[in-house]
């Protein structure tokens, strides 16, 4: 059986998120778990606008979980260690029918950091699968979500620091994580970046997920973070990733058309270098969910882009400050479930 998984602009029955749980995310203050469950809530009733949502809730968080969320927002309980459904859950593909299968990686806590806990979210992956009606596809791969972009077309993005790390994947080579996403989600031409951006390669970080430098808004095409203040350690990074970017082609053999999403002008915070961008967006049916940063003329600009790159959808921004400072973005914490293809 070939599984394919479809580009992120597919048609979408819903998308798929997990509600704060104790731990890193929620913090050890109350303002903290305030800040968090509301940033969550956000997206999940941004999200609502346009397709349904899911939200997976621990059963020890079902009261806050009522708190915070409408209606309109579907609940379902199972045990959570965290809260980031992109790299927890499961990445849905089709086969040659249509019919819906879910790759469940292997997940252990992003190279079994030490400040993660994983033995909960590890089954999350199948219980979404099966919630989903999906066919569970198993992996022996340990990866995540925000670790590889796909056009749907064959072309998939990643990072050597991620599926390459010792610390999720001994032994592993560029061969054998090509041929297990051949596999898996249909990977023909996998276009490998060394690394991931500063922040993210810092100790809270995941060591270089690829959604937080660039995606592929359509075949051919790629977005990419661009840090133009030399004063941050990613302005260098950047451009070599826009170099080899350049030098690269997509699945059908196109080189790619690449367009930059400059960063917000802020460089640090408390804990030092940001990693903000724009890149770490959601495209779901008829629209675009876009992070914001509090600066009115980047945020303005980062919509107008993709805008035009994702042409005929609404693009609507979130305040993301509250989830990059637990280490990720809107995409991050969101999963698509791609609906069947329609019949020809």
Known sequence: MTWRMPAETAQQDRVWMAFPAAGYTLGDSAKSAHEARSAWAAVAHAVADFEPVTMVV???????????????????????????????????????????GAIDWVFNGWGAQDWASWNKDASIGRFVADAAGATVVSSPLVNEGGGIHTD?????????????????????????VEAELRRTIGAE???????????DQARFGTRGHIDMVATIPSP????????????????????E???????????????????????????????????????????INGGVL?????????????????????????????DARTLFARGGGIHCITQQQPSAPLPA
């Not at 051919?220 to 451009?239: E, V």
């Not at 082609?249 to 460089?267: N, Q, Y």
């Not at 914001?292 to 609507?316: H, I, K, M, Q, T």
């Open 290 to 318: 876009a992070c914001s940063f509090g600066e009115e003329r980047a945020d303005a600009a980062a919509r107008d882009v993709l805008a035009a790159a994702y042409p005929g959808r609404r693009v609507v921004s979130v």
């Open 220 to 239: 051919g095409t790629i977005l990419l973070h661009a840090q133009n203040d030399p004063g941050h350690p990613d302005y260098a990074l950047t451009r």
């Open 241 to 283: 990733f826009r170099t080899l970017l350049a030098d690269e082609h997509d699945a059908a053999g196109r080189p790619f058309t690449i367009i930059d999403l400059p960063a917000p002008a802020v460089l640090r915070d408390d804990d030092g270098f940001v990693d903000y961008n724009y890149v770490n967006h959601l495209a």
């Open 152 to 176: 749907g077309a064959g072309t998939v993005l990643a990072t050597k620091s991620v599926q390459l790390d010792p610390a999720r994947n001994p032994g592993a080579t560029r061969a054998s």
């Open 58 to 100: 621990d059963p020890t968080t079902r009261a806050d979980a009522a708190r915070y969320l409408g209606s309109g927002i579907d609940v379902v309980e199972a045990d959570l260690n965290d809260s980031w459904m992109r790299d927890i859950g499961p990445s849905f593909v089709h086969d040659d029918a249509g019919h819906l």
């Open 189 to 199: 031409h996998v276009v490998w970046l060394p690394r991931g951006l500063t922040r």
